[in-house]
């Protein structure tokens, strides 16, 4: 067709668009068509498919600032108790619940995007071996959620993180109660002191926490 023909180069404002809808995280329903687009977009695009690039762009920019940052607390407990497991263990990681979902934390390795950030991630793995991302707590205690979670499940999480944050020994306590299961480690509790305390033996010496003493 003679469309080709109506193709023209991007407009400096329209390189900056298609480059953040490049960059972005487009939703499901609209990957096809944007990813369409950038193809396209080497060889030219027609005027209205410069104005689809921008408004896409911006709709993928209005989701993006959505997301709402929380402060969760200084989170300084929850590094210090991943830390001191370190010198036992390669990933120490901890669980948390929200929304009757499991929620990994872990520090973020050298090789990370944000290194020292804790990671939040889903516990369970999908079928591709990935873990959900969920977002990522800075050093600050900001709550970064990721832009693909839903604003409850951010709320959840916000909420969960803080409890977390203001006694990190109680929240994997509590985990271990409610779940009957080692936050640390996911291993069922069948020891009655573990279960008094919510975390197993061996977790306990790893992470440096009271265990089989009476409170
Ligand atoms: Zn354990």
């Not at 209005?62 to 010198?87: Q, W």
Request: hydrophobic letters at 40%; one cysteine or more; proline letters at 6%.
């Amino acid at each position: 067709m003679a469309r080709t023909d109506n193709r023209r180069a991007a407009t400096p404002a329209e390189a900056v668009q298609l480059e953040t809808l490049r960059t972005a995280s487009v939703p499901p329903r609209q990957a096809e068509f944007a990813g369409s687009l950038i193809n396209q977009a080497s060889g030219g695009l027609t005027t209205r498919q410069w104005w689809w690039v921008g408004e896409l762009a911006r709709q993928v920019s209005g989701e993006e600032s959505a997301p709402a940052i929380t402060n969760v607390g200084s989170v300084k407990g929850i590094v210090d108790l991943l830390d001191r497991a370190k010198a036992h263990l390669k990933y120490p990681a901890l669980l948390v619940r929200a929304n009757d979902r499991h929620i990994r934390l872990n520090i973020a390795g050298s090789s990370a995007q944000a290194p020292g950030t804790i990671n939040v991630c889903s516990a369970v793995r999908d079928n591709a071996g990935q873990r959900r991302w969920y977002g990522r707590i800075t050093v600050e205690g900001e709550y970064e959620p990721s832009r693909r979670i839903e604003p409850a499940m951010q709320t959840a999480i916000a909420t969960a993180l803080a409890a977390m944050a203001s006694d990190p020994a109680k929240a994997a306590s509590e985990y271990g109660r409610l779940t009957g299961h080692c936050c640390f480690c996911t291993l069922p509790l069948t020891d009655p002191r573990s279960t008094a305390v919510g975390y197993g033996k061996i977790c306990a010496r790893n992470y440096d926490l009271p265990w089989g003493t009476p409170k």
